[in-house]
């Protein structure tokens, strides 16, 4: 069956670095891959959509890879600043009509001042 | 614009009571709603999605119910609540893309 892990349950960083989470995926060949911000407490809220024909993907300080030979994302904070921390939650589509999405269990990510 | 509203935002309830959890969305017709449950530590499971009125969908066996008496209302039901029911529950709707649309949540400690 699809499995889908995010193998760091917590990042720290310091403020002004560039954040990395990695997203692995297998059993699997999804035809996009989206990631999700949720803060405590709050529903998970859409950041990015990237399709697998899509190698890299921009929004504001925010930049998504794809790479489906090694059946990884990797979701990029640049310029880090504490209003970045919160847990990232990368999520694949199941297949068929319904839209039905896997999650994976999410990085929380802390940025130090 | 779309606006998805949950209630209660918090409830304790003792084991064996029943549950009734709310989701209504605004702005949009016809959408696919999904209710997900996640506990502490753990991620986003599904528990029921609906594609239509009536139409409900389980993904996980288990004493919860859900039932869509309306387009955009989605219910979440419980006849008995176990300990084990305890978690924050998650109501969403699905734009086109696929991209899924949260609700604010509701945290329900069972005791």
């Known amino acids: 069956s699809q499995k889908i892990e995010q193998n760091s349950e917590a990042l720290n960083i310091q403020e002004g670095k560039t954040a990395t989470l990695t997203c692995n995926y297998t059993?699997?060949?999804?035809?996009?891959l989206q990631w999700y911000r949720q803060d405590p407490g709050r529903g998970p809220v859409f950041l990015l959509l990237?399709?697998?024909?899509?190698k890299e993907k921009r929004k504001e300080r925010l930049k998504v890879t794809f790479d489906t030979t090694l059946k990884q994302s990797l979701f990029h904070i640049t310029a880090s600043q504490p209003a970045d921390s919160a847990t990232y939650l990368c999520?694949?589509?199941?297949?068929?009509?319904?839209?039905?999405?896997?999650f994976g269990k999410g990085t929380k990510l802390s940025v130090k001042p | 614009s779309q606006t998805i509203h949950q209630w209660p935002a918090t409830l304790v309830q003792p084991v064996g009571s029943p549950l009734s959890l709310e989701c209504t969305v605004e702005?949009?017709?016809?959408?696919?709603l999904y209710w997900y449950r996640q506990a502490a530590g753990r991620g986003l499971q599904l528990l029921f999605y609906?594609?239509?009125?009536?139409?409900i969908s389980s993904e996980v066996p288990q004493n919860l119910s859900a039932s869509r008496p309306q387009d955009r209302q989605f219910i979440l039901s419980s006849k008995k609540l176990l300990l084990s029911d305890s978690g924050f529950y998650l109501c969403?709707?699905?734009?086109?893309?696929?991209?899924?649309?949260f609700g604010p949540g509701t945290r329900l400690t069972v005791l």
């Open positions: 059993n699997y060949s999804p035809a996009y």
């Open positions: 609906s594609v239509g009125i009536g139409q």
């Open positions: 702005g949009t017709s016809n959408p696919n």
């Open positions: 969403a709707w699905r734009e086109m893309i696929d991209t899924q649309y």
């Open positions: 990237i399709r697998e024909n899509e």
């Open positions: 999520a694949l589509p199941l297949g068929g009509s319904q839209g039905n999405l896997i």
